[in-house]
């Protein structure tokens, strides 16, 4: 079972910027769906975004245009990068490699190895 550590997580001001990475040691993503969630708490596990060999990538509403995932070319590490974060994007947030190859629905049982999570926490 494939084990991702996901980094880059912590704490910003509102309007701040993180980069959260994702990787497992010697593992490669492959061709598979990738995707990050996030979990508040007190709240369900949401899909934030998703990256596949078909299409362009999908975002929740809440993240669009401020959001950006996208996968190195070895593809063995995953990228989130969050720009103008608002105090409702505090969350873990967590990395996952998808069960199919083509298309990618931002939807958690369509993800199938998950990472540990990283927090992120934006102030007001």
């Known amino acids: 079972q494939a084990q991702f550590v996901e980094s880059g997580g912590g704490s910003v001001q509102t309007g701040g910027s993180l980069t959260l990475s994702c990787a497992g040691p010697?593992?490669?993503?492959?061709?598979?769906?990738v995707y990050w969630f996030r979990q508040a708490p007190g709240k369900e596990r949401e899909g934030v975004a998703a990256?596949?060999?078909?299409?362009?990538?999908t975002y929740a509403h809440s993240v669009k245009g401020r959001f950006t995932i996208s996968q190195d070319n070895a593809k063995d590490t995953i990228y989130l990068q969050m720009n103008d974060l608002k105090p409702e994007d505090t969350a873990i947030y967590y990395c996952?490699?998808?069960?199919?190859?083509?298309?990618?629905?931002?939807?958690?049982?369509?993800?199938?190895?998950w990472g540990q999570g990283t927090q992120v926490t934006v102030s007001s």
């Open positions: 996952a490699q998808g069960r199919s190859i083509g298309a990618c629905p931002l939807e958690y049982s369509w993800a199938r190895y």
């Open positions: 010697g593992y490669t993503f492959g061709d598979y769906c």
């Open positions: 990256l596949g060999t078909l299409g362009p990538p």
